[in-house]
Nanobody
């Protein structure tokens, strides 16, 4: 099983960024996919998740700014981040779970993380 997150970088407040997560080694279409972030000294926090059928959940802090499309034909999930704020600065992780969950502890598989830094 492998989840490979990419697309992070240094941007300015108000900019957009799209993260990608390539999945392999499991039946991607059967899994609930999530994005989490973790800033230094804090716990890993839920950002967004999408179910097998396209039902989506967002953290309140990103509603209206982030979207989480998935492409089952390519085994990919994305995090489109718009109107970025300095408080979005963190390492972003993609994760996979068989069931619906927003808590990190319930996720089965994790990617390595990609750094997003938003300068104000």
């Amino acid at each position: 099983v492998q989840l490979q997150a990419s697309g992070g970088g240094l941007v300015q407040a108000g900019d957009s960024l799209r993260l990608s997560c390539a999945a392999s080694g499991f039946t991607f279409s059967q899994y609930y996919m999530g994005w989490f972030h973790q800033a230094p000294g804090t716990e890993r926090e839920f950002v967004a998740a999408i179910s097998r059928t396209g039902n989506i959940q967002y953290a309140d802090s990103v509603k209206g700014r982030f979207t989480i499309p998935r492409d089952n034909s390519k085994n990919m999930v994305y995090l489109q981040m718009n109107s970025l704020k300095s408080e979005d600065t963190a390492v972003y992780y993609c994760a996979a779970n068989r069931g619906v969950a927003v808590a990190a502890k319930f996720y089965d598989y994790w990617g390595q993380g990609t750094q997003v830094t938003v300068s104000s």
